[in-house]
T-cell receptor
Framework: AQSVAQPEDQVNVAEGNPLTVKCTYSVSGNPYLFWYVQYPNRGLQFLLKYITGDNLVKGSYGFEAEFNKSQTSFHLKKPSALVSDSALYFCAVRDSGTGGFKTIFGAGTRLFVKA | DAGITQSPRYKITETGRQVTLMCHQTWSHSYMFWYRQDLGHGLRLIYYSAAADITDKGEVPDGYVVSRSKTENFPLTLESATRSQTSVYFC?????????????FGPGTRLTVL
């Protein structure tokens, strides 16, 4: 069965510093991996995805994520955090082996960026 | 306006009442989804639909009913609401070109069952 874990409920970082939000996954086939962001009282917005190819994926708002197959991880990163990056971040995975559109979401990590 | 909309945005109801949450998308996406968001659980899939008149259960379908008579609409009905169904409900859709694509989410409906 596919699963995804976000080991940190909350990440605190100072504005201008690099940020990392961690995600690990488990699937039987090849993973399709996604990051979404949720601002207060809003739906989730897509940030980036890994399907195949380069392990470093670039997405919206200066975010990027690194796919590491050996560590089954897909950590979200940004070189310089902004206060406006403060939000709830979700990692999600689909299992290419089982097919279909079933997506499993992590529990979410709340990011606080202090000015 | 184009996009995916949900109504109502907020709903308070009582235990045992029937409640229907509406979802409408203007992109003609084939796939639509209903999720619930609860603290500590992230998003959990309730039901999804691959096309009009085709629906299937997700992780937590008990107590919910869906229908999809038109591509653009995907209503979710709680037949007899329970307190455990207090949650934020999100509708989402995705394009038809395979499982590689991201989902587009509505703004959510906050449901409180008293």
């Amino acid at each position: 069965a596919q699963s995804v874990a976000q080991p940190e409920d909350q990440v605190n970082v100072a504005e201008g510093n690099p940020l990392t939000v961690k995600c690990t996954y488990s699937v039987s086939g090849n993973p399709y991996l996604f990051w979404y962001v949720q601002y207060p009282n809003r739906g989730l917005q897509f940030l980036l995805k890994y399907i195949t190819g380069d392990n470093l994926v670039k997405g919206s708002y200066g975010f990027e994520a690194e796919f590491n197959k050996s560590q089954t991880s897909f950590h979200l990163k940004k070189p310089s955090a902004l206060v406006s990056d403060s939000a709830l971040y979700f990692c999600a995975v689909r299992d290419s082996g089982t097919g279909g559109f079933k997506t499993i979401f992590g529990a979410g990590t709340r990011l606080f960026v202090k000015a | 306006d184009a996009g995916i909309t949900q109504s109502p945005r907020y709903k308070i109801t009582e235990t045992g009442r029937q409640v229907t949450l509406m979802c409408h998308q203007t992109w003609s996406h084939s796939y639509m989804f209903w999720y619930r968001q609860d603290l500590g659980h992230g998003l959990r899939l309730i039901y999804y639909s691959a096309a009009a008149d085709i629906t299937d259960k997700g992780e937590v379908p008990d107590g919910y009913v869906v229908s999809r008579s038109k591509t653009e609409n995907f209503p979710l009905t709680l037949e007899s609401a329970t307190r455990s169904q207090t949650s934020v409900y999100f509708c989402a859709s995705t394009v038809t070109t395979g499982a590689l694509n991201e989902q587009f989410f509505g703004p959510g409906t906050r449901l409180t069952v008293l």
